[in-house]
């Protein structure tokens, strides 16, 4: 397994995670951390991250599945690795602080979640078939 | 080898710090042997300011919330030693080196820094109760001195109202309790409004005693509200440990002796060889006392005993408090909003004591959660990060996390003993079991249910149990307990270990039951209390 990196893969991940971009100081974190962290991926691992990272419906998808049945995936931890780097910078402090609940973020929360979670749950059937051959997702 | 010294303590922390203070205040020459790791990169790295400001503005803030190695990303299951922050870190650093432990049921969290786990204390400070004492082997009015002593040395602020009893006793001089956020103030409101349902039913709530300051005490400034307890001591308004061997520091009469870890001690007609091995290049080295006091912590100070005593393999018995966290939603709560400042440390702490015999309760510690990084709690919610993060920072103003501590007895399976191992420094490693009964299991579930029934009528949902494994207490005590008759490896009550003359043990190894209150002033007291026998016994 390597600590391979997509193209440009802080940057893709940071859009699909929180629509930002991020700049130098945030891409050598997120560098840093994975290999901290040792965060390698499988051959398998690396399509797949490959193609989240492509496309945002497909992001969402698979990460759904993930985050339901694979919260141990070293994907999964990538992902929240960059959300520790984002989280800990100035320019992003907003997105991660509130004062106040609201009902109302609630309620169309739960809608997205009707969306999110069997799209999850579809996803998680191919990753199945896709990693059928026993290697971890 | 160095000599010459009336007292050898070993240790910095909260035991061997108050028991150093008591004889250096006698004027006897005391050493205090220590390993005393420091942090010599994040203590006080952070600026003197609020969580939410550095947030908002400090461009060098992953140093101290991320970690200079990422420290603060761990996926492990939950555990306690993964949730110390990267300042706190060095509480824990090369433990496995010096102090290996192995065992699939116990995961404790021991230290070798200077001021041992007090660096990451969260301040709770109760007294035991004239049962719990009784229970425990200790001589109540002793205690109840002891306590006044150690409340004027640290300052205590808190702890009054209905959990007096429960809290801090007879405690005279209390400081006022901290400022609460107005979701605790309105927590606070709904029991006072049902004050009669929960207290029939065995639940007591108040705000609690802690060693934090409200009002300047010598040195050391009020409670700012920063919320970053977690990450420096700026304002020392947490009482630590290292604050009092910083002070006996300057005494002529003490002296810190670090880098040396203590593996055994070898009793003599005019007193005692304690050896260790220097923790810098290896070396042996010899000290000797005219008398010994264990204070390193209860698994540690078992090892030495066991070693000192040849007693490989010869099974111990431990108590450790189960603990289990429960987030919770304060949902009948949502039009509070969160301030910019508030503390990070426990804001309201809850009893249940059925037989309201106050002799074993079980306490629910309530905290806001913020000053952590968000990653810890989006790994544990199965949901796509960035969903998560969005829906988690909605209910993230009502988010209260309620750590349950139960008391704990002995049993068959809570159990300690030394190994034979050539590939450790000190030539052995500790294993361990601890295993509750079912019925002990039982009895913790039930009042768990009790607890999160008493939560719920104060307007929070509960969300899940968390149950972080048995050692994630932080409190351990009972591994050489305290008996009337002589019987080896059990102490006497006034803490010297039978069948010496010269050797005390003034951490809580001789506790022979372990209340769910927090244990640390507790053993302080006993700590202060022991090192006054000592001076007394025998010899000097």
Request: charged residues 25%; hydrophobic residues 40%.
């Amino acid at each position: 397994m390597s600590l391979e990196v997509v193209p440009d893969e802080a940057e893709k991940l940071a859009r699909q995670i929180l629509r930002c971009s991020i700049g130098e100081k945030e891409k050598e974190l997120y560098h840093f951390s994975l290999g901290k962290k040792n965060l390698s991926l499988s051959k398998k691992e690396m399509e797949i991250w490959s193609l989240m990272l492509r496309n945002h419906l497909v992001f969402t998808m698979i990460e759904s599945s993930i985050a339901l049945y694979y919260q141990r995936s070293p994907i999964r931890h990538r992902i929240l690795c960059m959300l520790a780097v984002l989280e800990t910078q100035p320019s992003h402090a907003n997105k991660f602080i509130n004062k106040r609940f609201s009902f109302t973020r609630f309620f169309f929360h739960g809608l997205k979640a009707a969306f999110i979670l069997p799209a999850g749950i579809i996803a998680g059937m191919f990753l199945k078939i896709y990693s059928a051959d026993g290697r971890r997702v | 080898m160095e000599d010459g010294f009336d007292f050898i303590v070993i240790g910095s922390g909260i035991a061997g710090a108050h028991a150093a203070q008591t004889l250096a205040e006698q004027g006897v020459q005391v050493a205090m042997l220590d390993v005393g790791k420091t942090d010599t990169h994040y203590r006080n790295i952070s600026p003197r300011n609020d969580f939410v400001s550095l947030r908002r503005n400090d461009e060098e803030q992953h140093h101290y919330l991320l970690g200079e190695d990422a420290e603060s990303l761990s996926w492990g299951p939950t555990a306690t030693g993964p949730q110390l922050t990267p300042a706190r870190k060095f509480s824990i650093a090369d433990v496995q080196k010096w102090m290996p432990l192995e065992s699939d049921s116990f995961a404790p969290l021991e230290s070798l820094a200077y001021g041992g786990l007090g660096n990451a204390w969260g301040a709770g400070s109760y007294v035991y109760s004239r049962n719990e004492l009784q229970q425990i082997g200790l001589n109540v009015s002793e205690m109840e001195t002891a306590y006044q002593i150690i409340a004027d040395r640290i300052g205590i602020s808190g702890g009054e109202g209905d959990i007096r009893s429960y809290a801090t006793g007879n405690i005279r001089g209390l400081q006022p309790a901290i400022k609460v956020e107005p979701l605790i103030e309105a927590i606070e409101k709904r029991y006072e409004n049902q004050k009669k349902y929960f207290n029939d039913h065995g639940f007591f709530i108040g705000r609690p005693p802690l060693a934090a300051l409200t009002s300047p005490k010598e040195d050391r400034e009020p409670l700012e509200y920063r919320e970053m307890e977690f990450y420096d001591d700026h304002e020392k308004a947490v009482y630590r440990p290292w604050i009092t061997v910083d002070k006996l520091k300057k005494l002529s009469n003490f002296i810190y002796k670090a880098n040396f870890f203590v593996t055994r001690f070898e009793e003599q007609n005019e007193g005692v060889m304690v050896f260790g091995i220097n923790t810098k290049d290896g070396t042996p080295g010899v000290f000797k006392a005219k008398k010994l006091l264990l204070a390193g912590g209860v698994l540690s100070t078992a090892r030495i005993v066991l070693r000192s005593f040849n007693k490989l393999n010869h099974q111990l018995p431990l108590l450790c408090n189960a603990y289990t966290y429960i987030p919770s939603l304060a949902v009948r709560h949502w039009k509070t909003a969160v301030p910019e400042r508030r503390t990070a440390l426990t804001q309201m702490v809850l009893f249940y004591d059925p037989d309201k015999t106050n002799s074993n309760a079980s306490l629910a510690a309530m905290y806001t959660y913020r000053s952590l990084l968000f990653i810890r709690l989006l790994k544990e919610v199965p949901l796509p990060v960035g969903f998560a993060l969005s829906f988690m920072k909605n209910l993230q103003p009502l988010i209260i996390l309620s750590g349950i501590h139960h008391p704990e007895q002995y049993g068959p399976d809570k159990k300690i003993w030394l190994k034979p191992d050539a590939s450790q420094p000190t030539g052995d490693k500790l294993h361990a079991v601890y295993k509750l009964s079912d019925n002990e299991k039982i009895k913790n579930q039930d009042r768990e249910k009790q607890i999160m029934k008493a939560v719920r009528k104060l307007g929070c949902m509960p969300l899940k149990k968390v149950d972080p494994g048995m050692g994630s207490s932080l409190h351990y005590a009972g591994t050489l307990p305290f008996s009337e008759d002589p019987k080896p490896l059990h102490l006497r009550q006034d803490g010297l270990l039978h069948f010496t003359k010269r050797i005390f043990v003034a951490d809580g190894s001789g506790f022979r039951y372990l209340p769910a209150k927090g244990i640390s002033l507790s053993l302080m007291a006993n700590a202060h209390r022991v090192a006054l026998h000592s001076l007394k016994s025998g010899n000097n």
